[in-house]
């Protein structure tokens, strides 16, 4: 499986964006598919996943602002994100695992897309 994350950008402190991952490949339906982030120091973070089923799990802080899903027609998972912060800025990665459940565990991630840079300013 091939990501492919796109939709970061430049965006104002209360502000939208919607970040694309468009996977290649046949079995997408099949993969649970999650987004981390990586602001600069710091360590890469769970975000938020979605199952293979469609089951959703998120991290506290952007409970209630950030909304993952996914069309298994298009090989496409999206995070929806909603009343923007400065403490959101980071780079965003899509990644895709196999499993019955949704981790946050990096590692156990087996496909990456490469970054796409969300800042938000104040």
């Known amino acids: 499986v091939q990501l492919q994350a796109s939709g970061g950008g430049l965006v104002q402190a209360g502000g939208s964006l919607r970040l694309s991952c468009a996977a290649s490949?046949?079995?997408?339906?099949?993969?649970?598919m999650g987004w981390f982030r990586q602001a600069p120091g710091q360590e890469r973070e769970f975000v938020a996943g979605?199952?293979?089923?469609?089951?959703?799990r998120y991290v506290d802080s952007v409970k209630g602002r950030f909304a993952i899903s996914r069309d298994n027609a298009k090989n496409t998972a999206y995070l929806q994100m909603n009343s923007l912060n400065p403490e959101d800025t980071a780079a965003y990665y899509c990644?895709?695992?196999?499993?019955?459940?949704?981790?946050?565990?990096?590692?156990?991630?087996?496909?990456w897309g490469q970054g796409t840079q969300v800042t938000v300013s104040s």
């Open positions: 990644a895709a695992a196999k499993g019955m459940v949704i981790t946050t565990t990096r590692v156990l991630y087996d496909y």
């Open positions: 490949g046949r079995s997408f339906s099949t993969y649970n």
């Open positions: 979605i199952s293979w089923a469609g089951g959703t």
